[in-house]
């Protein structure tokens, strides 16, 4: 009989299928070293109330469009399954390589959520924290990242740091894999615009 062999179907979106005589048995998902750079994934799709964001967006936006919140729609999510939900600040100073500023951790998300854009499961880890981008720190990025979660469990107790924090670490530690999508999008301090443009913007 022919072997089992395994293959990956898309590297960028690291999901790897099993087959066996041509059949498919399995699929597998793995968890990928994380950079600072977009990942090109299946788009995480994030709206504000002014904005929306999606994918590899590497346009400037003002910071002020994103103080509260945002809807997150994930279109390949399964709603048989959970999603860890992350969102960091690869920018931030005095953090070493591969540590970012932890701005939104949500963990437990069924797939449905995401399909609908209306979160109401899952637990909050790491509430919302809007863009705060010191002066003379130049242009920040925000990354989201959605992980598939492989049945471990989430510590909805977990004491999570939001500076200094190591998401490979954390997703390593937590049997995470993918990410399977993700968004960004860029800002930077703007102390002289803010009053002007908080009435037209909020």
């Known amino acids: ?5 395994a293959r990956l179907v898309m590297r960028t979106a690291v999901v790897g ?5 041509g059949s498919v048995v399995a699929t597998l998902c793995i968890l990928q070293p994380l950079t600072y750079e977009c990942l090109h994934l299946p788009p995480l799709i994030v709206k504000y109330d002014k904005v929306a964001v999606s994918g590899c967006d590497s346009r400037l936006y003002h910071k002020l469009l994103f103080t509260n919140q945002g809807a997150v729609f994930y279109h ?6 959970t999603y860890t939900l992350v969102m960091v600040d690869p920018d931030v100073p005095l953090h070493g390589d591969g540590y970012f500023f932890l701005h939104w951790l949500h963990v437990g ?5 995401l399909l609908s854009g209306v979160i109401t499961t899952g637990y909050i880890i790491s509430g919302y924290v809007p863009p705060m981008p010191p002066p003379f720190t130049g242009v920040h990025r925000y990354m989201f990242y959605l992980f598939e979660e492989t049945g471990k469990g989430v510590d909805r107790h977990a004491n999570i740091k939001r500076f200094q924090f190591n998401l490979y670490k954390h997703a390593k530690q937590r049997g995470l894999c993918g990410p399977v999508a993700q968004a960004m999008f860029n800002t930077q301090f703007s102390l002289f615009t803010d009053a002007f443009l908080k009435n037209i913007l909020l």
């Open 17 to 21: 299928t099993i087959v066996t005589l």
């Open 109 to 113: 998300l069924q797939g449905s959520d």
């Open 1 to 5: 009989m022919l072997a089992a062999t």
């Open 76 to 81: 390949l999510a399964d709603p048989k399954k």
